[in-house]
């Protein structure tokens, strides 16, 4: 990702900057935003067309939102999932969790794993 034709610097923070602002009710597109916006400092052709396709994401799903009602149940239940070696840039995982209470969103959470893992297979004595 670090070849590539260089694009203009500040447009490319203008309008990750309105992405990031777009998170606080959009928790969907974070993971994608964080990632493009890593590359702030020296944005390439590529940074740029990931960037307009959460774009056209966002304006593909327009009617997708937070929404938290007045009446629901208090039932808790949590969600987790992670992608195994999921980052084409540097092979770390990505676990995320959320956890509802009845039909409302009350935490959400995307950590980045801190090391990568190997595989290694015993042998058999």
């Known amino acids: 990702m670090r070849d590539g034709k260089p694009v203009d610097q500040t447009r490319y923070r203008a309008l990750i900057g309105s992405m990031l602002y777009l998170t606080a009710s959009r928790p969907d597109i974070t993971f994608a935003v964080g990632v493009c916006s890593r590359f702030q400092s020296a944005p390439k052709e590529s940074h740029m067309t990931a960037a307009k396709r ?3 994401y966002l304006k593909g ?4 939102a937070l929404w938290y009602p007045k009446h629901g149940g208090f ?5 987790s999932v992670s992608d ?3 980052c084409r840039v540097d092979r770390k995982s990505t676990s995320v969790t959320c956890q509802m209470l009845g039909n409302r969103l009350i935490f959400w ?3 980045k794993q801190s090391s990568i893992v190997t595989s290694t297979q015993a042998s058999s004595t």
């Open 54 to 56: 959460i774009l056209r």
């Open 61 to 64: 799903c327009q009617e997708v």
């Open 75 to 79: 039932k808790l239940v949590g969600y």
């Open 84 to 86: 195994y070696v999921g």
């Open 109 to 111: 959470f995307s950590k």
